[in-house]
Each structure stands twice: as C-alpha cells, then as structure tokens.
C-alpha cells in the first residue's frame, strides 16, 4: 500500500506563485515516477506534470514555461513550483502514483488552488 499526501495548496493573487509538495509512504519500492493532475468540477481530471521513461519532464501545454516539476527520491518526494498562476489554474491539484507492476492507481487527498484577485 502506498499513502500520498500533499502540502501547499491556497489562494494566490494572479501573477503569484506557490509550490505543491507530495509524499510517498508505504510500499514506495513498488510505484512509478509521482506526478501531478488537477481537475476542475465539471471536468476530467487532466494531467498536468510528469516524468518520462527517461527522467525528462512533461507539462500539459498550459503549464509550459510557469510550472516545474522536479523530485527527491532519496525522501519520495515530488514538488510543483507553480509560477505565473492564473484564474484558469484554479483546481484540486492531485499527486499520482502507479503501481509497477499492478498498474494499480494511487492518489492522494488532493489540494485546492484558487487563483483569483
């Protein structure tokens, strides 16, 4: 089993930033790369940051040049430096895991993003 647990979350003017932290516990031998989804009510869950095969980054075109994403994986840890927010990045923003071998999905409890003057 493995737990997922994020920090971070708030209300931002537009322009501002703020960084999402994730924590693996739990059976963390057994999952892939972390990675980052939001969703809006009303609408699917997209993906928004992740690792390639390769270790190389990935961003939905909407976050490209404002988000990075990056990892400690000595602490299981992945982090979501979100720069330049807007209105429109408001969201529950969700850490992510697949298991290896299972492909069983792990998310966490999810943190609210609210970009708004």
């Known amino acids: 089993q493995v737990h997922l647990t994020e920090t971070g979350g708030g209300l931002v003017q537009p322009g501002g930033s703020l960084r999402l932290s994730c924590t693996a516990s739990?059976?963390?031998?057994?999952?892939?790369?972390m990675d980052w989804y939001r969703q809006v009510p009303g609408q699917q869950r997209e993906l928004v940051a992740g690792?390639?095969?390769?270790?190389?980054?990935n961003y939905v075109d909407s976050v490209k040049g404002r988000f990075i994403i990056s990892r400690d994986n000595v602490k299981n840890i992945v982090y979501l430096q979100m720069n330049s927010l807007k209105p429109e990045d408001t969201a529950v923003y969700y850490c992510?895991?697949?298991?290896?071998?299972?492909?069983?999905?792990?998310w966490g409890q999810g943190t609210q993003v609210s970009v708004s003057s």
């Open positions: 992510h895991a697949e298991n290896r071998w299972t492909k069983r999905n792990y």
């Open positions: 739990g059976s963390t031998y057994s999952i892939n790369a």
């Open positions: 690792f390639g095969a390769g270790g190389e980054t």
